[in-house]
C-alpha cells in the first residue's frame, strides 16, 4: 500500500475524507496547525476545508498561502462578516460540513494541531473494515498556553450511552466519523434550533453513540491547546455558568428525548454539581433551591452536605472555591457520581 504525503499527484475531484479545520484570529498558530494536517500519509486523497470568520488578524493572509501553495487539498472559505457573532456555533451546519465531499470527516480547530501522521490513515483503515462503527478517536495531549507547558492528556474510550451522558470523554480534534450518520444527526437533531447549547460536539457524539458503534484508539494523535477566553475557558463567572448551563441543556434534552437510563438522576445531579459553586458567586438564589431538590431526588447527601457547610460563608469567594475543589477532590477520589474510571 503507498502512502502518499502532500499528494498534489492524486486527483482530489473525490475525496476519500473531508478534513474541517474553523479558524478565527489565530494568526499565531494556523500554521502549524496547516501544517500537521498536510503531513498526513495516506493511501487516499483527502481535502482539507478550511473556513475562516472573518478574522481580523493575520490568518486570511496565511491561509491564502496555503491554498495557493497546496490548491489539490487546501479548500478555503473566506467570510465577509463574522458568522459565529451571527449564529452562534451553528453557522458550520451551513458553511462548512456541506462543503465536505469526502465519506469521513475529521475535525481541527484552527489553534489545536495533530503530531500523529498517520492518524487518518489508521482510523478510515478501521472504518473501512468495520461497518458497524460510525465514529473513532483517540487521546489527545493537553498544552497550557499561558504555562507554555504539557499538562497531561484527554480522551478516554467510551464504554457506553450512559457513560458519555455522564462525562463527554471524547476529544473532538481526534474524531474521524462517517459524513452519513453527521447528516443523519443535523437532519435529525437540528442543532441549529438549540441556540442556548454551548459545544457542537457533545451532542453530535450521543447520537452516534445509539446509531452504531464507537471505536476508540490509545494513541496520543494530536494537540488540544487550552487558552483562555474561548468558549469552554472563561475567567467570568457567568460566562462559565453559562457554559455549564448549556452542556446540561444538552444532557437534559437526550435524557427527555432518547433511551432512558437507570442513573438518569444521578446523572442530573452531576451536572448541577458543577454548576452550584457558580449559582453561589452569582447570586441565583432559586437556582440554588432547585439544586437542593435535584440532590435529595438523587439520594446525593454529599452535595447536600456541601451546601449547608457552605451557606455560612456565601459571601466569601475564595472560600466558596476553595471547599469546591476540596469536594471535587472527594467525588472523584470516592467515584461517587457514575462515572466510569479510565485507566
Not at 137 to 156: I, L, R
Not at 187 to 214: C, G, M, N, R, Y
Request: charged share 25%.
Amino acid at each position: 500500500m503507498e502512502l502518499h504525503k502532500n499528494k498534489q499527484d492524486v486527483t482530489m475531484s473525490t475525496p476519500l475524507l473531508s478534513v474541517c479545520c474553523l479558524a478565527y484570529n489565530q494568526e499565531k498558530h494556523i500554521s502549524q496547525t496547516l501544517e500537521s494536517l498536510l503531513m498526513q500519509r495516506t493511501s487516499f486523497p483527502y481535502e482539507i476545508i478550511v473556513h475562516d470568520d472573518a478574522s481580523t488578524d493575520g490568518t486570511k493572509e496565511i491561509i491564502e498561502e496555503y491554498a495557493s501553495n497546496f490548491p489539490n487539498l487546501i479548500k478555503p472559505i473566506f467570510q465577509k462578516e463574522n458568522k459565529y457573532s451571527l449564529y452562534g456555533m451553528s453557522f458550520q451546519y451551513e458553511y462548512v460540513y456541506p462543503k465536505a465531499k469526502g465519506e469521513y470527516i475529521a475535525m481541527c480547530a484552527g489553534d489545536d494541531f495533530w503530531i500523529d501522521p498517520l492518524k487518518l490513515q489508521k482510523q478510515v483503515d478501521f472504518l473501512e473494515n468495520h461497518p458497524e462503527y460510525g465514529l473513532v478517536h483517540t487521546k489527545s495531549a493537553k498544552y497550557d498556553e499561558t504555562e507554555e507547558k504539557f499538562m497531561g492528556v484527554q480522551g478516554f474510550e467510551v464504554v457506553d450511552y450512559e457513560s458519555l451522558l455522564t462525562e463527554n470523554t471524547i476529544s473532538a480534534l481526534t474524531v474521524c466519523l462517517r459524513t452519513s450518520l453527521l447528516k443523519q444527526y443535523l437532519q435529525e437533531v437540528k442543532p441549529q434550533e438549540h441556540p442556548t447549547w454551548t459545544a457542537e460536539d457533545f451532542p453530535t457524539w450521543l447520537w452516534v453513540i445509539q446509531h452504531s458503534k464507537i471505536k476508540y484508539l490509545s494513541d496520543i494523535t494530536s494537540v488540544y491547546r487550552v487558552r483562555l477566553g474561548t468558549i469552554s475557558h472563561v475567567k467570568d463567572d457567568v460566562e462559565r455558568l453559562q457554559f455549564s448551563e448549556g452542556i446540561y441543556d444538552i444532557v437534559d434534552y437526550y435524557l427527555s428525548n432518547y433511551s432512558k437510563v437507570k442513573s438518569e438522576k444521578k446523572i442530573r445531579s452531576r451536572y448541577y454539581s458543577n454548576m452550584i459553586s457558580m449559582y453561589f458567586l452569582t447570586r441565583r438564589w432559586n437556582d440554588i433551591h432547585a439544586s437542593a431538590k435535584i440532590f435529595y431526588d438523587a439520594s446525593d447527601w454529599f452535595n447536600l452536605l456541601w451546601i449547608g457547610i457552605t451557606l455560612p460563608f456565601i459571601y466569601s469567594r475564595f472560600i466558596i472555591k476553595g471547599s469546591y475543589r476540596v469536594r471535587s477532590m472527594l467525588f472523584n477520589l470516592f467515584n461517587i457520581y457514575p462515572i466510569k474510571k479510565q485507566v
